[in-house]
């Protein structure tokens, strides 16, 4: 491998395994490396990059196939989606698999209702820090809350809110 | 628990649910358009299975939601199953995310796309964040584990304590608390 492809191989390893609770935490490293410390890229083309990802399908963290592609073409892009997702996806697949073999017992039971509230709490964590670095000003707030009560409350299709959110923030822009 | 064989879903089922919630989530909302797919549309899990699952996914290191695709497919069938939920939830995310990137890199007229991308992002978290309320409302039935919830989305999400040092807390917490209150 060349030397772009194995410093994209070793950073997205290294924080995939750091990024505890989900990608976005980890996302300051992501800039700092990609645009400090090898210079693949601008700040501004990084947060392009960012609101590309997030914005599309799909999990925001496949930024790493962006970045990838703009250090080393389209390899990079392959070697950065395998750093980022194998050795988290073994993780989990083992942890997946002795969770299913472990008997009924009252310790899985424990284990289980504990669970759940640290699940919910980081659930809220995750998307009020997001809330907190991505959004500024009143329509982006009031879209997160509106649809924040919307999905809670109504079965309303999400696709709809998320049209909905688009064009808000289009009318905003254009008055 | 207990599913018989026939009862598991097949690996082209498995596919198909997990292209569909990567197709869905645009802006994000990754993790309630799975519980969506997984728990009421399909019936694959309960929600008590879906949530230890959802913890595990963002208690191991990386990505919350790819990592929950594996956890769900490696539940139902294996290893060929986590294959079907990891490939379903990212080949055409893959494709789209590269071909966007292609494009809005190469152009300069991306300011009202932007503007629209960042509508559909804040949906997205209100979509996270009503999942949140949603499953409070269905899980939580005393304070002890209110307070757990609370106290985690305040230190991280309000406050801005590292989630690390949150965790080392809340998770003894939490087990204690279910231990003291387990049934027989």
Known sequence: MTPVLLQLFWLFTLLSMLAFGGGAGVMPDIQRAAVEQYHWMTAGEFLD?????????GPGSLIVILIGQKAAG??????????MFLPSCLVVHFVARFW????????????????APVAIGLTFASGLALMRATEHGFMPHALTVGSTAAFAFTRISPLILLAVGALAMLAVAAL | MGN????????????????????MSFGGGLAAWT???VVQTRGWMSEQQFLSGYALSQLVPGATNVNLAV????????VPGALACFLGLTALPVVIVLTAGTIYLHSHTGVWFSIALSGMGAVALGMNLGLGVRLSLNNIRRVG???ITAGIALSIGVFGYRLPYVLAVAMPSSLLLAWWTRKA
Do not use: C, Y
């Open chain 2, 71 to 78: 956890f769900v497919g490696t539940q139902m069938r294996g």
């Open chain 1, 100 to 115: 299913h073999n472990a008997a009924r017992s009252v310790w899985k039971d424990v284990v289980e209702r504990a669970l």
């Open chain 1, 49 to 57: 990059m960012f609101a590309i990802s997030r914005a599309a399908p």
């Open chain 2, 35 to 37: 519980r969506r797919e």
């Open chain 1, 74 to 83: 389209f390899p990079g892009a392959a070697v950065s989606f395998v750093a």
């Open chain 2, 145 to 147: 584990p209110a307070l």
């Open chain 2, 4 to 23: 018989r064989e026939t009862d598991r879903p097949s690996l082209a089922s498995l596919f198909t649910g997990f292209v569909r919630i990567g197709m």
